[in-house]
Each structure stands twice: as structure tokens, then as C-alpha cells.
């Protein structure tokens, strides 16, 4: 099973951390309109693979999402400078 995290941001991030530990999927596709962070958070994440479940984490873009059976949006609204998130 392929599963897309859309926003790769600290919920992302932790969703997908929490997939591979639990073993969820065989693929996880982070997609972020920050590439570089998308791509930094796979890397990371690919790091707990050998001591949790084999799956493949990899960074991508929406087309990447195509054939996924789960897509779990992660992105929000970015705050201005001063703006809390209540």
C-alpha cells in the first residue's frame, strides 16, 4: 500500500515516523511546497526504517500521489509574523 502525507511540517514529519514504526504501508511519498524540507524529512524518517518495518519513505510531488490507497494532509495555513495558530 502507498500512503502521501501532503505537508511535511512537524505533524508530516511525525505522521510519517509514526507509519514506519507501526509498519503502515510498503511506500511513503512526502510531498511539501518546500521541496528541500520534503526531501530532508524523508531522509530522516529513512533513517528509522532498518529498526522498524521495511518500507520505502521517499519526497515527491503530487503527481507522486497517484495510486496512493491514503492521503493524509498535513499542510495548514501559514502564520504571519505575530499571528498565533488559535
Known sequence: MKVGIVGSG???A????AL????VG???VLVDKNTARAVAEADDIRHAVPFAHPLEV???????LA???VVVLCAGVGQ???ETRL
Open 10 to 12: 512537524f505533524v508530516g
Open 80 to 82: 504571519k509574523p505575530g
Open 20 to 23: 514506519v514504526v507501526q509498519g
Open 26 to 28: 510498503r511506500e511513503i
Open 58 to 64: 521517499r519526497a515527491g510531488d503530487y503527481a507522486d
Open 14 to 17: 511525525t505522521a510519517g515516523y
Open 67 to 69: 495510486g496512493c490507497w
